[in-house]
C-alpha cells in the first residue's frame, strides 16, 4: 500500500466514520517521486473555491458535480476562525447526511453559510434539479457520491486492485 493510497483510504474511511456511504476501495496508485511530478496549481483560495475549481474543469455530469459538492460541504467546517452557524455548510457538520442540500434549497433563508458556488448550484437548472433530488433522496445521494468518490479517485490509476475483485485473485490472495 502506497501513501497515495493512504490518503485515499483515509477520505473513505472519514466519509463512513461520518455516517456515509460505504464504498468499495482499491489499492495500486503510485506516489509522487520527486518534485517534477507534483501536481502544480492556483494558490488556495478561501471556502473551499479551489476544490470547486478543481472539480468544475472535470467536465462531471451534473449529478456527479452536485454530489461531490455536497460530500464537501456536509461535513467539516469552512473556517476554524469563526465560531457558530456562518463557520460550517450546516447544523451538525460531524454528520454526512443531505442536510446540505436541505440548506442549499433555502438560499438566503439558511442559517449557515453558502458560498458563491453554493448560490451559483442553485441557479443552473440541471444542477438545481440533483439539488432538489438529493434533498428528497438521501439514498440517492449517498449512491451517487459514492460513484463519483471512488471514480475520482481512481482517475488515471491503472492496475488498480481490491478484495472485491473475484477475477483478480490469486488462490485466494493476490
Known amino acids: ?78 473556517s476554524l476562525d469563526t465560531k457558530g452557524a456562518q463557520a460550517r455548510w450546516t447544523m451538525n457538520p460531524m454528520i454526512f447526511d443531505n442536510t446540505y442540500f436541505k440548506e442549499a434549497m433555502l438560499r438566503d433563508k439558511s442559517r449557515y453559510f453558502k458560498s458563491e458556488a453554493d448560490h451559483r448550484m442553485m441557479q443552473n437548472n440541471d444542477t438545481k434539479a440533483w439539488v432538489e433530488k438529493y434533498a428528497d433522496d438521501n439514498d440517492l445521494f449517498f449512491a451517487n457520491y459514492a460513484k463519483a468518490h471512488v471514480a475520482l479517485s481512481e482517475l488515471n490509476c491503472f492496475d488498480l486492485m481490491g478484495e472485491m475483485n473475484e477475477e483478480e485473485r490469486i488462490d485466494g490472495g493476490y
Open 1 to 78: 500500500m502506497t501513501h497515495a493510497d493512504l490518503i485515499q483510504l483515509a477520505g473513505y474511511a472519514a466519509v463512513e466514520y461520518c455516517g456515509g456511504p460505504q464504498m468499495v476501495f482499491k489499492m495500486g496508485r503510485e506516489d509522487i517521486s520527486g518534485e517534477p511530478n507534483v501536481v502544480k496549481h492556483e494558490k488556495e483560495t478561501i471556502f473551499n473555491s479551489y476544490n470547486v475549481a478543481q472539480l468544475s474543469k472535470l467536465n462531471l455530469a451534473p449529478e456527479d458535480y452536485v454530489a461531490l459538492i455536497g460530500g464537501c460541504h456536509t461535513i467539516g467546517f469552512h
